[in-house]
């Protein structure tokens, strides 16, 4: 459970109480299914992307794809919905008949929105259920190397007074940009935030000097740091990286409550019955755990989590409530 009511430079505000309050469709329901009739999906599964097709999420999905399909003995079919920040997508999903046929895969944007976007046309914590969460990509904090040569003397650049550091992110609401708030409050830093809409931009700002700081996924930055045009000062991970052993955790540095990654997971309807969220569960997860799925997807600097329902609802609502934390302390809005 993460505590920030005392720490330095982030004044929290009580949180909504429907942030805090997870009804029982969050969590999963093996027990109950083991009682009950087993269950198999008498036509395609579709998968749900909300985002265009090419991004970050699309392997995931895609490697796993065809294990899935042979194990539920249907097609699995991917169908992107892009728009609105998820909206249109978990739109989507909210729509179509609660008989596990239709699943989304939700990323960091499905927690932020519960604050971020209290309006939706759906109540994200008591008309879903979470199935699985698949795999995390770390978060690297990088800088441009004039800025500081280790992490000591970045916190020491970014606590000077007067003008302060500029730190990226790939939008307003993000979790690089929620991340990169929580630092910024946890360390004191005297920083400010410069949105993008993307990675386009951000990078080449970054190396060129335009642009400080930012927290980026892992992948993005191995090529830059190596070649000496970023400076790699931590990692926003449980554990070190294999692709970058010597940087220490955020852990490490003494920054433990620092939560900025980008995660990945399946949810359905809450509606549908255990038996079928159990079977659904139980494939995707023996799917990810193969050594060859997990493989190909650790060569794109993933973290294959295979987290079962109960442990990603759990994990959904601390990112909530870290979330909600952060965007009350900053007064972040969306439109």
């Not at 027990?31 to 985002?51: E, G, K």
């Not at 970014?158 to 990226?168: A, C």
């Not at 630092?183 to 993008?196: D, E, Q, S, T």
């Amino acid at each position: 459970m993460l505590q920030r009511n005392n720490v330095p430079g982030c004044r929290m505000r009580p949180f909504r109480r429907a942030v805090l309050r997870i009804p029982l469709a969050l969590l999963a329901a093996p027990a109950l299914a083991r009682a009950q009739p087993a269950w198999s999906p008498s036509q395609p599964v579709r998968v749900l992307i909300p985002f265009p097709a090419g991004g970050t999420m699309d392997p995931v999905v895609r490697i796993a794809q065809q294990a899935v399909q042979e194990d539920l003995g249907q097609p699995v079919v991917i169908d992107y919905r892009p728009g609105g920040a998820t909206v249109v997508g978990t739109t989507e999903l909210q729509r179509a008949a609660p008989d596990g046929h239709t699943l989304l895969m939700v990323a960091n944007s499905f927690a932020a929105n519960i604050t971020l976007r209290p309006n939706t046309p759906y109540n994200a914590l008591r008309d879903f259920a979470p199935l699985v969460l698949a795999t995390v990509v770390p978060h690297v904090l990088v800088a441009n190397p004039a800025v500081a040569r280790d992490f000591p003397g970045f916190l020491e650049a970014g606590r000077k007074p007067g003008g302060g550091l500029t730190y990226g992110s790939y939008g307003i609401g993000t979790s690089n940009h929620l991340g990169g708030d929580q630092f910024k409050g946890l360390a004191r830093l005297n920083a400010i935030h410069v949105p993008y809409t993307g990675t386009t931009q951000a990078y080449p700002d970054l190396t060129s000097g335009r642009l400080d700081f930012m927290f980026a996924n892992l992948p993005d930055v191995l090529q830059p740091v190596a070649a000496g045009q970023l400076r790699a000062l931590a990692i926003s991970a449980e554990a070190r990286a294999k692709e970058l052993p010597n940087l220490p955790t955020m852990a490490e540095l003494g920054f433990p409550l620092v939560l900025s990654d980008s995660w990945f997971g399946l949810i359905c309807r809450a509606e549908v019955p255990a038996p079928a969220r159990a079977r659904l569960e139980a494939a995707w997860r023996a799917a990810l755990l193969r050594p060859d799925i997990r493989g190909r997807l650790e060569e794109q600097a993933f973290t294959v989590l295979a987290k079962p329902g109960e442990d990603f609802g759990a994990d959904i609502r601390r990112y909530a409530r870290t979330y909600a934390e952060v965007i009350q302390a900053n007064g972040i809005k969306v439109e």
